[in-house]
């Protein structure tokens, strides 16, 4: 089974401060690199995702930065805001008709 | 409003029964797949379809079938419900690729008692 760690399992933010997630692929050649969002209640929903050819891809105060040799890609938000508390799950694609491979998802709660 | 529609919301079990979760989408997507949320499990993979006629097993597809007859519907199958398939259910469909731009469901609460 291909897998995906993710870390920390749970994060509390002050109000404009960064957070960091983390999560490490093991040694297989995944193609693409998608994090969702989730918050209470509702399905995951698609936030941003990076291409192994590119080491970091930005959307407003969300970044992806991405070290291939190291096997491991994270999430930086950028002044945290308190709706930002939800759930993060970093996935890969290894290609092909082949589902995503999740991340157990990491809790997020950004207080003020 | 397009989207994928899971019916129903929540729904509590005897163990034992049977039930069918259901899965619509209205954006012609040919790839669609159940996942399970339990805490601390993340997102587990059940079963999926890259078209119609197509099923194969993802993760933990004890206990579950599947079926996919038009590329719209993927119904979830609980032939004899436990206690142990207690979670929450998401289903979700893609248009981009069997990886790519997944778009969820608002999921189904299942409790079996």
């Known amino acids: 089974q291909q897998q995906v760690k993710q870390s920390p399992q749970s994060l509390i933010v002050q109000k404009g401060g960064i957070s960091i997630i983390n999560c490490a692929y093991e040694?297989?050649?995944?193609?693409?690199f998608p994090w969702y969002q989730q918050f209470p209640g509702k399905g995951p929903a698609l936030l941003i995702a990076?291409?192994?050819?590119?080491s970091e891809k930005k959307e407003g105060r969300f970044t992806i930065s991405f070290n291939k040799s190291a096997k491991q890609f994270s999430l930086h938000i950028m002044d945290s805001q308190p709706g930002d508390s939800a759930t993060y799950f970093c996935?890969?694609?290894?290609?092909?008709?082949?589902?995503?491979?999740f991340g157990k998802g990491t809790r997020l709660s950004v207080i003020a | 409003n397009a989207g994928v529609t899971q019916t129903p919301k929540f729904q509590v079990l005897k163990t034992g029964q049977s039930m069918t979760l259901q899965c619509a989408q209205d954006?012609?997507?040919?790839?669609m797949s159940w996942y399970r949320q339990d805490p601390g499990m993340g997102l587990r993979l059940i079963h999926y379809?890259?078209?119609?006629?197509?099923?194969d097993q993802g993760e933990v597809p004890n206990g579950y079938n599947v079926s996919r007859s038009t590329t719209e519907d993927f119904p979830l199958r609980l032939l004899s419900a436990a206690p142990s398939q207690t979670s929450v259910y998401f289903c979700?469909?893609?248009?981009?690729?069997?990886?790519?731009?997944?778009?969820f469901g608002s999921g189904t609460r299942l409790t079996v008692v």
């Open positions: 954006m012609n997507h040919e790839y």
């Open positions: 996935a890969a694609w290894p290609s092909g008709n082949t589902p995503l491979v």
């Open positions: 040694n297989t050649a995944f193609d693409y």
């Open positions: 990076i291409r192994p050819d590119v």
């Open positions: 979700a469909s893609s248009n981009a690729g069997v990886g790519l731009g997944y778009t």
């Open positions: 379809s890259v078209g119609a006629g197509i099923t």
